[in-house]
């Protein structure tokens, strides 16, 4: 849970970003639309049964990180506060947290056949 | 399949708590392979809460669209809301984008309070239409909130609040939609039909 919340924290700094370090152009418009979908699935992930959305912040993060090169023109503040912004998404959303509850065998109980015994 | 009872102090309580009624414990309601029931009203009546609080966010930004009132409340970025509320994309459809969200956070408000405790297996289908009334409006609120920048560079509290209030009612609604599911599916494999099953009816 803590994992995800501080993943959708990083989120919102990825959104507030530009209009912080006062950067503009296609890297601004990388970080506010990718910002607020990295929140979302943070807050969604943090709830046991959409812990799987995390992977979606794990692909999100790795866009960031890879951002320099795809942005090569970039405002180095940009860039720096991508590539740090990503990692902490990446490594929070890889960290998942604990599951504690038991939910009939999640999501994939869905598709699977039970085993019969 | 056998199912573990481990019974905390909280659900032996309320196996007492009704004396004259028939004792149904709680346990009862638990859904196979699962430690709680998320149809109960301690893990519904919170999102039912937060969606009649993201209907009254949504309902004042709506009465500010149709001029009911004069000025919108605006703490951190100055013209931002006003900008966004009046914008061209707010006012796409026929209905304001501010009332069109009032009347989803209403229509989660009912499909959440709809049902008993046994919900998720007694009415699946009310469990499903909640979760498809949940999961659609916090992602349009998602979109609305890129639009903001992108397109108009502004942002608007209150639409923000209501977007974050619509993203966290998701998560825990979907737990609910999982135990409806697995309950319709589980029916089907025993030979029962599934169409019986989400509509609550005796297999």
């Given amino acids: 849970v803590i994992a995800q919340l501080a993943a959708a924290l990083v989120g919102v700094w990825i959104t507030a970003a530009p209009g912080v370090l006062g950067y503009a152009g296609a890297a601004r418009l990388l970080a506010v639309t990718l910002g607020p979908i990295a929140a979302s699935l943070a807050l969604i992930a943090a709830w046991e049964t959409t812990r799987?959305?995390?992977w979606g912040n794990v692909a999100a993060g790795a866009v960031l990180i890879l951002a320099p090169w795809l942005l090569p023109g970039a405002h180095w503040?940009?860039?720096i506060s991508n590539v740090l912004a990503g990692a902490l998404l990446l490594a929070l959303s890889l960290l998942g947290g604990e599951v504690r509850g038991r939910h009939g065998g999640g999501w994939s109980a869905l598709f699977r056949e039970p085993e019969r015994g | 399949m056998a199912r573990p009872e481990a019974k905390t102090g909280a659900e032996s309580e309320s196996y007492h708590a009704a004396p004259g009624q028939a004792a149904i414990p709680d346990s009862a309601e638990i859904p196979p392979g699962w430690d709680y029931n998320p149809a109960d009203w301690s893990q519904r009546l919170p999102i039912v809460g937060l969606a009649l609080l993201g209907f009254g966010i949504a309902a004042y930004l709506a009465l500010f669209q149709v001029g009911a009132i004069g000025d919108v409340w605006e703490p951190f970025f100055g013209n931002g809301s006003r900008t966004i509320l009046t914008s061209e994309v707010s006012r796409l459809l026929?209905?304001?984008d501010a009332a069109l969200g009032?009347?989803?956070y209403l229509a989660d408000a009912v499909a959440g309070i709809m049902?008993?405790?046994?919900?998720w297996r007694t009415m699946p289908w009310i469990v499903v239409l909640f979760g498809v009334a949940v999961g659609p409006l916090g992602a349009v609120s998602v979109l609305l909130v890129i639009l903001q920048p992108v397109l108009y560079d502004a942002w608007c509290t209150l639409c923000l609040a209501s977007a974050v209030v619509s993203v966290l009612m998701i998560g825990p609604a979907m737990d609910e939609v999982l135990a409806s599911l697995q309950?319709?599916?589980?029916?089907?494999r025993r030979g029962e039909s599934a169409w019986?099953?989400?509509w609550g009816l005796a297999a």
């Fill in chain 1, 52 to 54: 799987g959305l995390r």
């Fill in chain 1, 77 to 79: 503040a940009a860039q």
């Fill in chain 2, 94 to 96: 026929p209905v304001s």
């Fill in chain 2, 102 to 104: 009032a009347a989803g």
């Fill in chain 2, 115 to 119: 049902g008993g405790r046994a919900r």
């Fill in chain 2, 183 to 188: 309950h319709v599916v589980g029916a089907a």
């Fill in chain 2, 196 to 198: 019986r099953a989400f």
